[in-house]
């Protein structure tokens, strides 16, 4: 981003003086390449090769050596080779082992990412930031470990960002990009869904706001760190009064931190969501349809946003509106929000009743757009890739696998644990039809989801 541009010139300044004076002083100025701080680009993912987590890879290959069709197996193993997060879902994941379920560590992660760094080529490996004393206040499927407290939030702090800084910020390291995206969720609870009492008193005691300034502050410090904001999905914050009101607050509390706007390097939409690139044939929200427009049906509930192409292009213009630098990159997960299959309608229905003609038109299968614990008919979407064309307004930095195709969004049954996971009515299929029965916790392993994923990938998977 350019203000932060600016602040790394003021740095190779304040160096090439150092340097001058050195000489003149006779001294040998001896800098090796590799302890160079390197440049913070404007985009991390461009020209990079993307970090493939094999924990990942592993749970892959779990599911294809029990998958009797070959052909389906065959396309399970290609999507080993796709980059996915590392969530660091709790404490434990920073240090990996018995207390992260087995898991790599962070420093285990960027070692295996330098191991395998390409000569000239840089790396980037996208972590998520999950941890939020309170998390996930306005559902259950992932409540966290830390409390909303200010206990809880002092070991957020100390324990948790801390820790992983202290990792990030090792020397060696600086040749890998590191995204992080930082606590889904956290913020759009505060917007929208403050008549849940846990987010209003999430919202009321300010904890959140700290903790996400903190990592923040933390985590912007180091120059080979990428910051990118969680901000909810088209069919959560879609409806223009929302998307005003949150750009509101994330420019709030953004302005809050040590480096201002400058400590964000973008935001990211539809983590862990469905809600799909794009609606190739209802591309106009204001086009009438028998009892009127097309976003004013019982599935849109007008909100004008039908898919994440066009809720990137409205929130970045609506940041540029608000101060943000234009440079600011929008990113989305398409990890499972491609709806192929047979479901998938191939041409615009030709209805003149308006929600006949959305429903039969859509790409989107779910019953309703609220849905998002294990969506039944949900396929793979697109590949993660840089700078993916076709969006020029959209400002995207990248296509990214941020939820693991295959973990679970949580369960509806009581599963005792020792994460604070809760069973969520949203996960249950008696209460919430078009939720997968059968689900494990949130984050772990469900190979009937996996397989149904891969089956109605969109692009399929080849
Ligand atoms: C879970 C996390 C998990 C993540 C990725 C979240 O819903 O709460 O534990 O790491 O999903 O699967």
């Not at 300010?206 to 904001?229: F, M, S």
């Given at each position: 981003m350019s203000y932060r541009g600016n602040r790394r010139r003021g740095l190779a300044a304040t160096l090439a003086m150092a340097t001058v004076a050195a000489t003149l002083l006779g001294a040998a100025v001896h800098r090796p390449p590799a302890h160079r701080p390197p440049a913070?680009?404007?985009?991390?993912?461009?020209?990079?090769?993307?970090?493939?987590?094999?924990?990942?890879?592993?749970?892959?290959?779990?599911?294809?050596?029990?998958?009797?069709?070959?052909?389906?197996?065959?396309?399970?193993?290609?999507?080993?080779?796709?980059?996915?997060?590392?969530?660091?879902?709790?404490?434990?994941?920073?240090?990996?082992?018995?207390?992260?379920?087995?898991?790599?560590?962070?420093?285990?992660?960027?070692?295996?990412?330098?191991?395998?760094?390409?000569?000239?080529?840089?790396?980037?490996?996208?972590?998520?930031?999950?941890?939020?004393?309170?998390?996930?206040?306005?559902?259950?499927?992932?409540?966290?470990?830390l409390p909303l407290t200010r206990a809880g939030l002092e070991r957020y702090r100390t324990e948790y960002i801390d820790a992983i800084a202290e990792v990030l910020a090792r020397p060696k390291y600086r040749g890998v990009r590191v995204a992080t995206v930082i606590e889904p969720d956290g913020l759009p609870n505060l917007v929208t869904n403050l008549s849940d009492p846990e987010c209003a008193q999430a919202q009321s005691s300010g904890i959140q706001v700290e903790a996400i300034r903190y990592a923040l502050d933390k985590l912007h410090a180091i120059p080979n760190v990428y910051t990118y904001l969680d901000?909810?999905?088209?069919?959560?914050?879609?409806?223009?009064?929302?998307?005003?009101?949150?750009?509101?607050?994330?420019?709030d509390v953004v302005e809050g931190?040590?480096?201002?706007?400058?400590?964000?390097?973008?935001?990211?939409?539809?983590?862990?969501?469905?809600?799909?690139?794009?609606?190739?044939?209802?591309?106009?929200?204001?086009?009438?349809?028998?009892?009127?427009?097309?976003?004013?049906?019982?599935?849109?509930?007008?909100?004008?946003?039908?898919?994440?192409?066009?809720?990137?292009?409205?929130?970045?213009?609506?940041?540029?509106?608000?101060?943000?630098?234009?440079?600011?990159?929008?990113?989305?997960?398409?990890?499972?929000?491609?709806?192929?299959?047979?479901?998938?309608?191939?041409?615009e229905s030709t209805s003149t009743s308006l929600d006949a003609y959305v429903d039969e038109s859509r790409a989107d299968r779910r019953p309703r757009r609220a849905l998002w614990c294990n969506v039944a008919g949900a396929g793979l979407g697109e590949p993660p890739r840089a700078v993916p064309a076709g969006y020029p307004d959209s400002h995207l930095d990248a296509f990214l696998w941020v939820k693991p195709p295959g973990e679970s969004d949580g369960a509806g049954d009581d599963i005792p644990n020792g994460e604070g996971k809760r069973p969520d009515p949203m996960c249950d299929p008696v209460t919430t039809p078009g939720a997968l029965p059968g689900a494990p916790l949130a984050g772990h392993w469900f190979h009937e989801q996996f397989s149904m994923l891969v089956t109605n990938a969109y692009p399929p998977v080849s």
């Amino acid at each position: 981003m350019s203000y932060r541009g600016n602040r790394r010139r003021g740095l190779a300044a304040t160096l090439a003086m150092a340097t001058v004076a050195a000489t003149l002083l006779g001294a040998a100025v001896h800098r090796p390449p590799a302890h160079r701080p390197p440049a913070h680009v404007d985009n991390p993912f461009a020209g990079a090769s993307f970090y493939v987590n094999p924990d990942y890879a592993r749970l892959v290959e779990g599911s294809a050596a029990r998958t009797a069709d070959p052909a389906l197996r065959a396309r399970m193993r290609a999507v080993k080779r796709h980059p996915t997060a590392v969530w660091l879902d709790r404490i434990g994941a920073v240090h990996g082992g018995a207390a992260a379920g087995g898991r790599k560590s962070l420093a285990q992660h960027l070692d295996l990412a330098l191991a395998r760094k390409k000569p000239g080529r840089p790396v980037v490996a996208t972590f998520v930031v999950y941890d939020l004393p309170g998390r996930d206040c306005a559902a259950q499927a992932s409540s966290g470990e830390l409390p909303l407290t200010r206990a809880g939030l002092e070991r957020y702090r100390t324990e948790y960002i801390d820790a992983i800084a202290e990792v990030l910020a090792r020397p060696k390291y600086r040749g890998v990009r590191v995204a992080t995206v930082i606590e889904p969720d956290g913020l759009p609870n505060l917007v929208t869904n403050l008549s849940d009492p846990e987010c209003a008193q999430a919202q009321s005691s300010g904890i959140q706001v700290e903790a996400i300034r903190y990592a923040l502050d933390k985590l912007h410090a180091i120059p080979n760190v990428y910051t990118y904001l969680d901000f909810a999905h088209s069919g959560w914050l879609g409806w223009d009064s929302n998307l005003t009101q949150t750009v509101r607050l994330y420019t709030d509390v953004v302005e809050g931190t040590a480096s201002g706007l400058a400590s964000v390097d973008g935001l990211v939409t539809n983590v862990s969501n469905y809600t799909p690139l794009a609606e190739p044939f209802l591309t106009d929200p204001d086009r009438v349809v028998g009892e009127g427009p097309v976003k004013s049906s019982a599935f849109y509930g007008w909100n004008g946003h039908f898919d994440e192409a066009d809720f990137t292009r409205s929130v970045h213009r609506e940041l540029v509106a608000q101060g943000w630098p234009a440079s600011t990159g929008m990113v989305v997960d398409t990890s499972r929000n491609g709806w192929g299959g047979p479901a998938r309608p191939t041409a615009e229905s030709t209805s003149t009743s308006l929600d006949a003609y959305v429903d039969e038109s859509r790409a989107d299968r779910r019953p309703r757009r609220a849905l998002w614990c294990n969506v039944a008919g949900a396929g793979l979407g697109e590949p993660p890739r840089a700078v993916p064309a076709g969006y020029p307004d959209s400002h995207l930095d990248a296509f990214l696998w941020v939820k693991p195709p295959g973990e679970s969004d949580g369960a509806g049954d009581d599963i005792p644990n020792g994460e604070g996971k809760r069973p969520d009515p949203m996960c249950d299929p008696v209460t919430t039809p078009g939720a997968l029965p059968g689900a494990p916790l949130a984050g772990h392993w469900f190979h009937e989801q996996f397989s149904m994923l891969v089956t109605n990938a969109y692009p399929p998977v080849s």
